[in-house]
């Protein structure tokens, strides 16, 4: 069973940073593939960034690609997700997912894991 913390969020103005953290327990966090997830208010659960086991392979949201970056360190059992230039339409709950099979997906339906998600909230 692997359990997944996240901490990071919080109120920025538009053009600002914020730098979400995702803690895994676990002795096999090393092995997973990782994602982060946002869900905005009324709208469907959505892929923002994905990242392989090595972290050599990174995948992002067209939405994100070129502000955010997803990264891991695995003797911290920690990945990351850095956000930078941040949007109103940024504004969302965003949860990190584990994929225990390794893959390389970008539907929530591949992961098995799930933090509670934190709070990011973007004013104009």
């Known amino acids: 069973q692997v359990q997944l913390v996240e901490s990071g969020g919080g109120l920025v103005q538009a053009g600002g940073s914020l730098r979400l953290s995702c803690v895994a327990s676990?002795?096999?966090?090393?092995?997973?593939?990782m994602g982060w997830f946002r869900q905005a208010p009324g709208k469907e659960r959505e892929f923002v960034a994905v990242?392989?086991?090595?972290?050599?392979?990174?995948y992002y949201a067209d939405s994100v690609k070129g502000r955010f970056t997803i990264s891991r360190d695995n003797a911290k059992n920690t990945v990351y997700l850095q956000m930078n230039s941040l949007k109103p339409d940024d504004t969302a709950v965003y949860y990190c997912?584990?994929?225990?099979?390794?893959?390389?997906?970008?539907?929530?339906?591949?992961?098995?894991?799930w933090g509670q998600g934190t709070q990011v909230t973007v004013s104009s």
């Open positions: 990242l392989n086991w090595s972290g050599g392979s990174t």
């Open positions: 676990g002795r096999t966090f090393s092995s997973y593939t």
């Open positions: 997912a584990a994929d225990s099979r390794r893959r390389f997906m970008i539907t929530a339906s591949a992961y098995n894991y």
